[in-house]
């Protein structure tokens, strides 16, 4: 047993990732895993556990989020308990569907076996957020209006200030006539109602983890005690209810 701890301890600080396919943007919808998954997220040798006082104050914002615009204003409502993305993700409904990814080429990368690139995806929004490293100073946004096609918003972390109804939108525009999505996701073009929104193909990524080893996760989390940014966004995801094996609809592409 300590022998697997302590390969398990180099897996999840191992900042490298594997070889990738190019980035993917982030469009599911979940699926019900052929098992079920930890009603409280902790895997069953991972001991006694409760989220942190910090967590469960985020958690009393949690709700359904259909839009981005539903997104920026829970950001806004959580500036004062930290507005980082863990606290985020305490917000996010359970059960909740995860797709995970080890891609480290795209512009919200991967941060490594321990800090994979999570896809969240709701019934009509999709969110990606990384635990650790370069991506994970930003949370990300695909808003379906189709079978294939979302609008893309993007948002720096943490937030401090109150964010603007388009500031998702602001801060991926490239001038007044395309976004920095356009080109991987292409067929970009304005939103018709929705001033300073572009809508762009969805695409799905490769390179996946599954729900089973971010538990992995979790648990080394909470058998180290180990305190970090890494450990509070897992808990963040796992603290709060039920997590399943998200999936994505078969019509999307994979960008390769």
């Known amino acids: 047993m300590r022998k697997a701890l302590v390969l398990l301890v180099l897996a999840a600080c191992d900042g490298s990732s594997p070889d990738a396919e190019p980035a993917p943007a982030p469009t599911a919808r979940p699926t019900t895993p052929s098992a079920p998954a930890p009603k409280d997220g902790g895997a069953p040798d991972g001991g006694p556990h409760m989220a942190s006082e910090a967590l469960r104050r985020c958690a009393e914002s949690k709700g359904d989020l259909g839009s981005i615009a539903d997104a920026i204003t829970r950001l806004n409502a959580i500036i004062d308990k930290g507005g980082d993305g863990a606290c985020f993700v305490a917000t996010l409904p359970r059960p909740l569907a995860v797709v995970a ?23 009509k929004l999709v969110v990606t957020a990384v635990p650790e490293g370069a991506g994970s100073k930003v949370l990300e ?11 893309k918003g993007e948002v720096a972390l943490p937030v401090a ?15 007044s006539d395309r976004t920095t999505c356009g080109t991987c996701h292409g067929a970009e073009e304005p939103h018709p109602t929705i001033a300073n929104a572009f809508v762009s ?13 971010l538990e992995e996760l979790h648990t080394l989390c909470v058998s180290t005690g180990l305190e970090s940014p890494r450990c509070n966004f897992i808990h963040a ?20």
Do not use: C, Y
């Not at 990814?101 to 019934?123: D, K, V, Y």
């Not at 193909?201 to 080893?213: D, F, G, I, Y």
């Open 237 to 256: 995801l796992f603290d709060f209810g039920e997590i399943t094996q998200g999936a994505f609809s078969p019509v999307v592409e994979t960008l390769n």
């Open 161 to 175: 200030a109150p964010l603007t109804a388009d500031a998702a939108f602001q801060h991926i525009l490239q001038g």
């Open 201 to 213: 193909k969805a695409l799905k990524p490769s390179n996946e983890l599954t729900v089973t080893e």
């Open 101 to 123: 990814t080890l891609n480290a080429t795209s512009a919200q990368p991967a941060g490594g076996r321990g800090a994979p690139r999570l896809f969240f995806m709701l019934p």
């Open 141 to 151: 946004f695909g808003q379906w209006t189709g079978t294939t096609r979302t609008i």
